[in-house]
């Protein structure tokens, strides 16, 4: 059987898959602004489409972790598809019948159903980290521009059966409640979310779907977390701290 050739046609379709899903080729590092893709998510996020080095930087060093996840799937895709198809071959040469067609391409169709599925959490994962990365950079800048220093933030949490206990309802709301809870921008620390931290991190936890959102001066919450304007004097990081004994 010629794996080789079964090899480079997964290579083939990953490779489109990566470069549609990431508008980025990490082999001459150009990115793409055409399609509705990681880059653009980003620059939707920063609320521009001319980024600066340092945002350049930032996105190019997001998008080249993306893809070594997604390669990561392709060679295990590789390598499972290869060693299935060698053990199905010399069980058909045991039993010294041809090979099935059908079979092999059932091996294939499953392997690439597995590698899609861990595609889609991959994407999902990226997609809201990216998200939450240049929405933070944003708030950063909009806070500098009306000379607050440390702006105060929230996520959006997806209540649902999938809303994780930890850090969603201890962390991103106040414990017990359906009040997000107001963090400063320097609290929220870089990197991936580790169970048991006492402060929620940039990088999503598995299934996230949790959105960085910026808190303006005035504003709050009601009792359901509704947000709710509360004069011009009103501090809700304060507020909530007293309140909630946080
Ligand atoms: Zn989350």
Same mark, same amino acid.
């Given at each position: 059987m010629n794996n080789d050739k079964i090899s480079s046609v997964i290579d083939t379709l990953f490779s489109e898959m990566t470069r549609s899903f990431l508008g980025?080729?990490?082999?001459?590092?150009k990115i793409s602004?055409?399609?509705?893709n990681l880059v653009k998510l980003f620059l939707t996020g920063l609320g521009t $489409?001319?980024?600066n080095s340092e945002e350049r930087d930032i996105l190019k060093a997001v998008l080249s972790s993306t893809y070594d996840y997604i390669d990561s799937i392709r060679l295990k895709t590789r390598a499972r598809v290869n060693s299935r198809l060698n053990g199905l071959e010399s069980d058909y040469k045991k039993r010294e019948m041809p090979i099935s067609a059908n079979k092999i391409r059932t091996i294939i169709g499953e392997e690439l159903t597995t590698a899609g599925n861990s595609m889609l959490l991959t994407v999902n994962a990226e997609a809201t980290k990216i998200r939450n990365l240049s929405t933070a950079m944003k708030i950063e800048k909009i806070g500098l521009g009306k000379g607050i220093k440390d702006p105060y933030v929230f996520f959006i949490v997806t209540l649902d059966?999938?809303?994780? $206990?930890s850090p969603e309802k201890t962390l991103h709301l106040i414990k017990g409640t359906t009040i997000p809870r107001i963090w400063k921008l320097s609290d929220i620390k870089g990197g991936h979310y580790i169970k048991g931290e006492k402060k929620p991190a940039f990088l999503p936890h598995p299934f996230c779907r949790c959105v960085l959102t910026p808190m303006m001066p005035g504003w709050g919450f009601d009792d359901k977390g509704k947000i709710k304007y509360k004069g011009v004097k009103h501090d809700e990081y304060l507020y909530q701290k007293k309140k909630f004994n946080l």
């Open positions: 980025f080729n990490p082999k001459d590092k602004k055409q399609h509705n $489409e001319n980024i059966g999938k809303t994780a $206990e």
